[in-house]
């Protein structure tokens, strides 16, 4: 199987079956985050479609060091970005609920539907964070990066990670705890 920057030579050159390669093997993270981070299917489906087209245009700039994930989450929450500051996320009237069933499999069973829930819950309470909480978060335990890793992807310092995930974690708590209450 070729490394990720061995297939990156060959788009250099010029190989499009070395893209296909490439996108099949990143595609299922790219989606994911980028899904967890809007909750919206259909829109995580276009901004992922996107995130390829950017890597694809700026592979050339790719300066092969570190992991090329990264650098591909990197633009997936750049893309995430911009779409937050889009007159289109702007004037929606109205977002879908994140719907994690679309990327694990159906859970069955009273214990199952349990858990199912509270992840729906928690997912629920993400959604609520400012997006550079939400980011942190997603990429902390959904991705299982380090902080020195989130902080690069997301141009800030280790210390500003860690607060942001701090924070996000005393928020999402607060807004459970809430819901529960009512």
Not at 115 to 123: A, D, G, M, Y
Request: proline fraction near 1%; charge should be positive; charged fraction near 25%.
């Amino acid at each position: 199987m070729q490394t990720d920057d061995e297939l990156i030579k060959k788009i250099r050159k010029g190989n499009q079956s070395a893209i296909e390669i490439l996108i099949q093997r990143h595609y299922k993270v790219v989606f994911a985050y980028i899904y967890r981070n809007l909750g919206d299917y259909h829109m995580a489906y276009d901004l992922t479609q996107e995130t390829f087209m950017k890597m694809v245009r700026n592979i050339h700039s790719y300066s092969n060091k570190g992991s090329f994930q990264y650098w591909l989450l990197k633009i997936s929450l750049n893309t995430c970005r911009d779409y937050f500051r889009s007159r289109a996320y702007q004037t929606a009237s109205t977002s879908s609920p994140i719907d994690e069933s679309v990327l694990e499999n159906k859970l069955e069973g009273h214990d199952a539907i349990e858990q199912k829930l509270e992840s729906n819950l928690i997912r629920s309470a993400i959604m609520e964070l400012p997006s550079y909480q939400r980011e942190a978060i997603i990429l902390r335990y959904y991705h299982d990066l380090k902080i020195q890793k989130i902080a690069e992807i997301t141009s800030a310092g280790e210390s500003t990670v860690k607060s942001r995930i701090k924070q996000g974690l005393s928020k999402v708590k607060t807004i459970l705890e809430r819901r529960h209450e009512t």
